[in-house]
């Protein structure tokens, strides 16, 4: 059975009803979801932001590069009860402290079950662990790739930029396009924000 999400107005409050996720995206309606970046430093200590690629048989987007994990809020939840993605996709599980809260996006785009309105509410959390070490859940997430902060600009600059991508426990050096990136995710906002967490500085709110 499909899971349940609440059903938001345009301002972001519960108006009392759930759907599944399903006809929520069918009909377009407003929900709430949870996203997470993941930043660190390598063993050179070169800044880093690590993103999933999307597993091939994903109904939305199969194959892009997305947020490091990410999930749908289910009726009830609360933001932070999102974590529960990076232990699934990741077999990761942090301290709720840890994390980094970046604000709510507000996103409405046009996807091949109907239209999706979705409030992300992102989050960053500075994570060195070696990307060969995370458990990946094949089912949603194929590869992690790991794309310096430096290269981050690049990409978002001129289009292509050099990363390392972990798949069945190799590291196969790389380089991907901005064209593979899920749209809107607002990686600049993201990319500055994990500059200044792994510098120790304080990032705030950027959405």
Known sequence: MSELVD????????????VPKEEAHRRGLWHRCFHCWICGEDASGRPYLLLQRRAA???????????????????????????????????????????ISLGTRRIEQEIPQGCDRELHEVFLLVDHTPPQRFRLQREEVASL????LDEAKRLLREGEARAVEYADGRAVGTRVRAAELVPDKGLGEVVAAARRALCGEQVGRVF
């Open 7 to 18: 059903v938001l107005d345009a301002r972001g409050h519960r108006t009392g009803y759930a």
């Open 57 to 99: 048989g994903k109904d939305s987007w199969p194959g892009y590069l997305d947020v490091t994990a990410a999930g749908h809020l289910r009726s009830g939840e609360e933001p932070l009860d999102g974590l529960r993605e990076l232990e699934e996709e990741l077999g990761l599980r942090p301290e709720p402290s840890r994390l």
């Open 145 to 148: 790739v790991v794309l310096g």
